[in-house]
T-cell receptor, first 113, second 114 residues
Framework: AQTVTQSQPEMSVQEAETVTLSCTYD???????LFWYKQPPSRQMILVIRQEAYKQQNATENRFSVNFQKAAKSFSLKISDSQLGDTAMYFCALRGSARQLTFGSGTQLTVLP | SQTIHQWPATLVQPVGSPLSLECTVEGTSNPNLYWYRQAAGRGLQLLFY??????ISSEVPQNLSASRPQDRQFILSSKKLLLSDSGFYLCAWSAGWGRSETQYFGPGTRLLVL
């Protein structure tokens, strides 16, 4: 069985600063994908970034980047130059050979003006 | 580009009443379709998925059912709602198959059962 753990229920950051959200996971598979989704107050789930486990290079999307440590089964999300619009619930998710995404419990990020 | 729609956006229903939530996708053919439920303050739980018309897989046994009458239409139903069915229901679509398959979500339906 796959599990995804987000140990930080809530975090806050000042506008324009950098914040890192943590995610650890467990899977017995070697090839899988990891995702970060954000859920703003509108509650629509929006894909932020994804990472293939076979790629050593960390994925980057504009101000969002990940620190993927396969051996440690860690997949953290770094948000640079935080903006007020980044305020949202952030979910880490894992997809292996099974069809479903396994989600963590989420981290509520608040960007303070 | 692809878009995904869900309606209604919000629904308040009495216990024991029927339910029908609809999800449609535009701009793609033969998508994989998913229904998730999110309880308040919690992560997402996969309820059903479909890889084609009439093909439904259930992940969690319960009083809900799903149907896919058309290629880009996915319906979540119940004959008699329970209080525990309250939550936020999200539909998602994806293309292709395999671990790289990325799911994209609709705006969701907020269901309150009283």
């Amino acid at each position: 069985a796959q599990t995804v753990t987000q140990s930080q229920p809530e975090m806050s950051v000042q506008e324009a600063e950098t914040v890192t959200l943590s995610c650890t996971y467990d899977t017995s598979e070697n090839n899988y994908y990891l995702f970060w989704y954000k859920q703003p107050p509108s509650r629509q789930m929006i894909l932020v970034i994804r990472q293939e486990a076979y790629k050593q290079q960390n994925a980057t999307e504009n101000r969002f980047s990940v620190n993927f440590q396969k051996a440690a089964k860690s997949f953290s999300l770094k948000i640079s130059d935080s903006q007020l619009g980044d305020t949202a619930m952030y979910f880490c998710a894992l997809r292996g050979s099974a069809r479903q995404l396994t989600f963590g419990s989420g981290t509520q990020l608040t960007v303070l003006p | 580009s692809q878009t995904i729609h869900q309606w209604p956006a919000t629904l308040v229903q009495p216990v024991g009443s029927p339910l029908s939530l609809e999800c449609t996708v535009e701009g793609t053919s033969n998508p994989n379709l998913y229904w998730y439920r999110q309880a308040a303050g919690r992560g997402l739980q996969l309820l059903f998925y479909s890889v084609g018309i009439g093909q439904i897989s259930s992940e969690v046994p319960q009083n809900l059912s799903a149907s896919r009458p058309q290629d880009r239409q996915f319906i979540l139903s119940s004959k008699k709602l329970l209080l525990s069915d309250s939550g936020f229901y999200l539909c998602a679509w994806s293309a292709g198959w395999g671990r790289s398959e990325t799911q994209y979500f609709g705006p969701g339906t907020r269901l309150l059962v009283l």
